[in-house]
């Protein structure tokens, strides 16, 4: 059975650091990218960062370049997100993906998301 839970959200004055982990089960974790999605109350689901299947390779949406990191243990199963510098406008619930291309099929699967709220 596959799951992605995540963990770490919560609330965080601006400026503040918040570090989500996402523990993977259910598939081999190392031959899937994972992404960190996020999805603010009223808008629609945005990419945030993503890490390919070996840790080689990264990419982050413009709007959290230089604060925002993932990575990934591939021996622990589990890909991370550190927030540092965080801004009222990363409040969102924020979503573990993982994705593979294989065979002709698509391997696609979500967490159930944590909650960041940025405030003072």
């Known amino acids: 059975q596959v799951q992605l839970v995540e963990s770490g959200g919560g609330l965080v004055q601006p400026g503040g650091s918040l570090r989500l982990s996402c523990a993977a089960s259910?598939?081999?974790?190392?031959?899937?990218?994972m992404r960190w999605y996020r999805q603010a109350p009223g808008k629609e689901r945005e990419l945030v960062a993503a890490?390919?299947?070996?840790?080689?390779?990264?990419n982050y949406a413009d709007s959290v370049k230089g604060r925002f990191t993932i990575s990934r243990d591939n021996a622990k199963n589990t890909v991370y997100l550190q927030m540092n510098s965080l801004k009222p406008e990363d409040t969102a619930v924020y979503y573990c993906?993982?994705?593979?291309?294989?065979?002709?099929?698509?391997?696609?699967?979500w967490g159930q998301g944590t909650q960041v709220t940025v405030s003072s």
């Open positions: 890490i390919t299947g070996t840790g080689g390779s990264t």
């Open positions: 993906n993982a994705r593979r291309s294989w065979g002709g099929y698509e391997y696609d699967y």
């Open positions: 259910g598939f081999t974790f190392s031959n899937y990218a």
